[in-house]
């Protein structure tokens, strides 16, 4: 990969941008962009996912580059949503730092400098914008805090107060050391730290209002994002060794429902043989209970096993992110 990258130019910027059905912002987002970037000097790139855009975006990708040699478009057949979008982005970026902003020109190209800056000065991996004074409907601003207090508490990163936001800087390494599938774009902070990457950091950004067309989520984007934060944390967690997870669990419901049972049993020899009154082991409520433990408990182990075997046919299973060698 570095070997590799050696024939290249090097370059100062990627950006990677996301969109779906955003033709009449990208003439404008694209003007402001080289306007902002050539001021700086910087050397760049504007990489224009169309992810299966059924508007003319693609259409005013290709024009737009006519004017603007720093624009490479790739087209989705299809939209796979922005999560594929991004990671066909990381992919193809090749500038140091890799910076990901949304098409809807909520995000502003003038932030752009200061986030660069911060990652070379800094040293940092990744710097996840924060928006912190918004214009989106309160039904969206209300959940979108939840969410967040949420994931800040299961990831461990105490400092981002906005996972969401499309405005992320990242240095090129960390892209090209996660892979972001299915709606996992929300998290990519949490990736690139399980990924080993923990210089994380915010920077307050702008946001705007929406000038042209509509949100591409709805309300799904809370049930969604919240499952995907529960796969994003078995998987970070326990991907490489499922039963340790599975096992455990299974192994406390089994012995537990064990335990009972036998217990139930000795309760009753030991009336039989004082002589006392006895109930039969079928009759107690518990016995049932235990019996659900016992079965459920077998299960899990069941599925750690399955799970394992599943995990030592997955052809990463050794991979790892190697930071440096001397
Ligand atoms: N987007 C995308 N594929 C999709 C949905 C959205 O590439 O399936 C892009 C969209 O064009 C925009 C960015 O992702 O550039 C953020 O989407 P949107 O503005 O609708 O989200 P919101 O700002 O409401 O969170
Ligand atoms: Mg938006």
Same mark, same amino acid.
């Given at each position: ?83 594929? @979008? ?26 752009? *400098? ?77 990736? @690139? ?10 920077? /307050? /950004? ?48 089994? %012995? ?28 107690? *409520?518990?016995?049932?209970? @235990?019996? /659900? ?8 182990? %069941? ?10 046919? @997955? ?12």
């Amino acid at each position: 990969m570095k070997f590799a990258r050696l024939y290249f130019t090097p370059m100062d910027i990627s950006l990677v941008i996301p969109l779906y059905n955003e033709a009449e912002s990208l003439p404008e987002l694209c003007a402001w962009i080289k306007r902002v970037l050539d001021a700086q000097g910087y050397s760049y790139e504007i990489i224009l996912v169309d992810d299966g855009s059924n508007d003319n975006s693609w259409a005013v990708i290709q024009s737009l580059k006519n004017d603007i040699p720093e624009i490479s478009g790739i087209r989705f057949r299809r939209n796979y949503g922005k999560s594929a @979008a991004l990671n066909v982005g990381f992919e193809a970026a090749q500038g140091d730092v890799v910076i990901t902003m949304d098409a809807d020109l909520q995000d502003s190209p003038d932030e752009i *400098p200061v986030l660069f800056q911060r990652i070379k000065e800094e040293n940092l991996d990744v710097i996840s914008g924060w928006k912190k004074k918004r214009y989106d409907p309160l039904t969206k601003t209300i959940p979108t805090k939840l969410f967040n207090a949420v994931t800040r508490k299961m990831s461990g990163i105490h400092n981002l107060h906005d996972f969401n936001c499309g405005l992320k800087a990242y240095k090129n390494e960390v892209v090209k050391s996660i892979e972001v599938y299915g709606e996992m774009h929300r998290y990519i902070p949490v990736l @690139a730290k399980w990924a080993g990457f923990t210089q994380i950091a915010e920077q /307050v /950004v702008e946001h705007r209002a929406r000038k042209y067309g509509t949100t591409k989520f709805g309300f799904s984007r809370f049930v969604n994002g919240f499952l995907d934060l529960l796969s994003i944390f078995f998987v970070g967690k326990f991907a490489k060794r499922p039963m340790h997870f599975f096992g455990t669990m299974g192994m406390l419901s089994f %012995l537990g429902g064990l335990a009972i049972t036998i217990w139930l049993i000795v309760d009753k020899l030991t009336d039989i043989s004082k002589g006392l009154a006895y109930r039969n082991v079928t009759d107690q *409520p518990l016995f049932y209970i @235990a019996l /659900v433990a016992i079965i459920v408990g077998f299960q899990l182990f %069941l599925t750690g096993f399955i799970a394992e075997l599943v995990s030592r046919n @997955a052809p990463e299973r050794n991979h790892y992110h190697i930071g440096d060698k001397v």
